[in-house]
């Protein structure tokens, strides 16, 4: 389920309207304050769910809670600044073999 069903079906959420739809205020930021892609926290978001649904994490009771809003857009600007970073300027870098290490096989 999206986020923004999960938010808005609860009983005490905001009854939305499209002028002041508190779930899209990402459009009133500066250009380099820009949010994550939303597909890029979609697949974050379902994997962390498939993950702490699985049960394989430990209490689930715990996991239920341990990734809000806040650490999902945390997570979409960590792994945006990763891959930004891997790819170089340019995006040259993503046809490029990283350096060969000796103890490696």
């Known amino acids: 389920m999206p986020p923004d069903q999960v938010l808005f079906s609860r009983a005490d959420a905001p009854v939305r309207y499209q002028e002041d739809d508190k779930y899209f205020a990402h459009r009133h930021l500066p ?3 820009r949010l994550p892609d939303s597909d890029l926290l979609k697949a974050i978001h379902s994997y962390a769910s498939d993950f702490y649904g ?3 994490s430990g209490n689930p009771r715990y996991d239920f ?6 650490a999902l857009l945390a997570m979409g600007i960590l792994i945006e600044e990763a891959v930004a970073e ?4 340019t995006g040259d870098l993503a046809f490029v073999e990283g350096p060969q290490r000796e103890d490696m096989p």
């Not at 809670?65 to 806040?70: A, C, G, M, N, R």
């Not at 891997?86 to 300027?89: N, Y």
């Open 54 to 56: 699985s049960g394989k």
């Open 31 to 33: 250009s380099d304050q």
């Open 65 to 70: 809670k341990s990734l809000d809003e806040t």
């Open 86 to 89: 891997s790819l170089g300027k």
